[in-house]
Each structure stands twice: as C-alpha cells, then as structure tokens.
C-alpha cells in the first residue's frame, strides 16, 4: 500500500497591484483606498497590493513603483479622463519601470449594484413614482468621459418607476447640478434624492452635500469600500493579465 502524501497547492502570486488614486487633501479619500486595497488583500491573500496617490496624499505612485516589478497599476478612479490618459502614463514612463496600465474603473454593473444599494440603505424604492433621482458625477474636459458617465443615470433608472433620472457635474466645464435639479422638479418629481457617482467623500461631496441641504435633498453616501467595488479592482487587474497572455 502507497503511503499517503501532502500535497500543498500554491496560489499563483501574481503581477504587484498598484492601486492608484486621485489623492485629496482630505483624509477621508485616502481611507477609502486603503480600505479597499484591504478588501483585496482579503480576496487575494497572495497578491501584493499597494495603494498610491497622484497628488496631494502619500505614497506617491512614482515612489510605489521604485519598489516593485512589473506591476499592474489600475486607477481607483471611475472616469477615464485626464487623470487616467495622460497623468498615470506620464508617471509611468517617467519613473521608468516595466509597468502596465489598467482601464478607469468605468461603469461597471457591479459599482451600479453598490450605488443601488446606497440608495436603498436611504430608504429609496424602486416603486416610488414621485421619485426624481440626480447621479452627481466629477466632471471632465473631456466629452467622452462625460457621456459614458451620463449613462451612470439611465441605467439606474431601468427597473424602476422613478419619475426620472439626470446626470449632473459637480466640477468641470459642463457643472450643471442646479440645472439637473431644475430639470426634475420641472419634469413632476415632487422628491429628489442626490446619488454621489463619487468612490469617497471628499471636498467635493461636501459641496454638493452643502447644495442638498440647502435645495432640501437627502444625499446618499458614495459607492465607498465594498466587496463589489473591491472586485471591481481585480477585474480590472485581471483584463491585464489575459490581454498579456493572448499577446
């Protein structure tokens, strides 16, 4: 009789993770990002994940990638704009490290499934007819992150009986969140509820929170650290590694 034998399996380790965010003068940004590298590290005990930060918080994503090999870095960020096409290439190339870059976190169905449920943890149904609801996005110069954005609300609205849906920027070219506003209440909403299309809260949710109290409507958290948002990351990640491999 063959005596039995231990097999260890080893998961696969993996290409470092450099999670990379905006960054923000307010702290609560930051804790955001590190609680979701948090949550990844619990999905994929093996895998190296780094949080970084384009400005204004530490460490820096230059810093980050001096002490790592051949990363991924996926942008925490939900737009593919400026920050995304032109300031994450730059600090790549500058820091002059074998790195690949990820997509925008974009309008995945999972983060559409967080935001849902922050409305629903405010109470909101989905039945509510007289219910008008306003996704306050960043904005961004550039149109065609703004118009991939502004599908954020439509899909929301699907499978709903709202009374309807508006896009609105807090920031950019195109700010129009009183003009939203104007828009529902026009078209028969008798009740608005502002939904932050924002991953934290910041000096910018502020702002719109200070524009809601004072219109009187009830604003809901941002999408925050979840599990879903966590996957999210490593779907990104992952689209890396199997566009490498059909390469």
């Given at each position: 009789m063959r005596a039995a034998r231990l097999v260890?399996?080893?998961?696969?380790v993996g290409r470092p993770l450099i999670l990379t965010a905006h960054g923000s003068a307010d702290p609560r940004s930051a804790a955001v990002t590190h609680a979701v590298a948090g949550r990844i590290r619990r999905l994929r005990p093996w895998l190296d994940v780094r949080p970084a930060f384009l400005e204004q918080t530490s460490p820096g994503l230059g810093d980050v990638l001096a002490g790592v090999t051949?990363?991924?870095v996926v942008p925490f960020l939900l737009a593919s704009g400026y920050h995304v096409q032109v300031d994450i290439p730059a600090i790549v190339e500058q820091s002059g490290r074998?790195?690949?870059?990820?997509?925008?976190?974009?309008e995945d169905p999972a983060l559409l499934a967080v935001l849902r449920h922050r409305l629903?943890?405010?109470?909101?149904s989905p039945d509510d007819r007289?219910?008008?609801v306003i996704v306050v996005a960043v904005g961004s110069s550039n149109a065609a992150a703004n118009a991939r954005t502004a599908t954020v609300a439509?899909?929301?609205?699907?499978?709903?009986?709202?009374?309807?849906?508006?896009?609105?920027?807090?920031?950019?070219?195109?700010?129009?969140?009183a003009d939203a506003t104007a828009q529902l209440r026009d078209r028969g909403a008798e009740r608005l509820v502002l939904a932050p299309w924002f991953l934290a809260h910041g000096r910018i949710t502020d702002r719109v929170a200070n524009f809601a109290a004072q219109q009187g409507i009830p604003f809901v958290e941002p999408l925050g650290s979840h599990n879903l948002v966590a996957a999210t990351v490593l779907d990104r990640y992952d689209e890396v590694g199997t566009a490498r491999v059909a390469a």
């Open positions: 260890i399996v080893r998961p696969p051949d990363p991924v074998c790195a690949q870059q990820a997509d925008a976190l974009g629903a943890e405010a109470g909101v007289d219910l008008g439509s899909t929301l609205a699907a499978g709903t009986r709202w009374a309807g849906t508006e896009i609105a920027f807090a920031t950019g070219p195109h700010a129009n969140l």
